[in-house]
């Protein structure tokens, strides 16, 4: 692998101009033009259009570059991996967490985590399903926690947890202090959801689907925070998780609309690369998040 002549072709894309890409790579600029010219040679393609005005990266440069983007990570990965093997937990861990697991579920488990590995770096992107996925698969994050679904094969998704989601409204709405409603009666009403992507709306648009429901209406907030404000300020419906709305529906914010004999249940997964499964940290991790939702199909 041409690990050196990848980096600084990958440079020269990203800043599109010799001197700087030399400057940063600490190298003279002839050997930056030797790196492209000896990638040219052995990919018997030109990477870039150049003159003293511009730089352009040709369509077989952009898929050089593509790729060599997740080439370099993988490698850079790889080498800390080998450094941690059998040492101490310390240095990065890169988690991706879906919406709902990043705000409520995974904020704890770091705290106790940096408790007992004060060394270890811990840095948590959230998302929505979709970009957790996409982030696992190209590398960008160690491990990726999901409360959607993903067809892809190329990932281990594996249950860590059962969660539990619940009908809610304003107080003020018309189906809510009751007892029981029936599932007829969510016929024809406005609905409060995330967008296209999140396991949340996938989860709504199975539950319509499968009890035959008519929406009168969707309203799409990217952000759980944002459905909640939208709903106690108005007559809309949302499907939440519990650990979403619990503190709102004790302080009397929201109320939970019982479904007469229905349950709404799914599975949070955590999702990693194969490369990943011998990597300390991330067993580290694996361990705790398994330890403190103990979970049995």
Known sequence: MQYDALKTFVTLVEVKNFTKTAE???MSQPSVSLHIKNLEKEFQTKLLDRSPKYLKVTPTGQMLYDCAVQMIRLYEQTRQHIMEHHHAIKGELKIGASFTIGEYILPSLLLD????????????????????VQAVR???VDIGLIEGQTNDKELDV??????????????HHPLANREEVAISELHDQAWITREV????REYLNHVIRSNGLRAKSFLTISSNQGIKETLINGNGLSLLSQ???????????????????????RRLSYLIAPIMKEKQNVLTFIETLTETFPYSE
């Open 24 to 26: 940063m790579l600490l």
């Open 197 to 200: 992507g999140s396991g949340t």
């Open 113 to 132: 985590l940096q408790k007992q590995h004060p060394e270890l770096q811990i840095q948590a992107t959230i998302g929505n399903t979709e970009e957790i």
């Open 158 to 171: 594996i249950p860590f947890m059962e969660d539990e989601l619940f009908i809610v409204a304003s107080v």
């Open 138 to 140: 190209l590398y960008e």
């Open 243 to 265: 650990s979403v709305i619990e503190r709102d529906v004790k302080n009397r914010n929201l109320c939970i609309i019982p479904v007469v004999n229905t349950r709404f249940t």
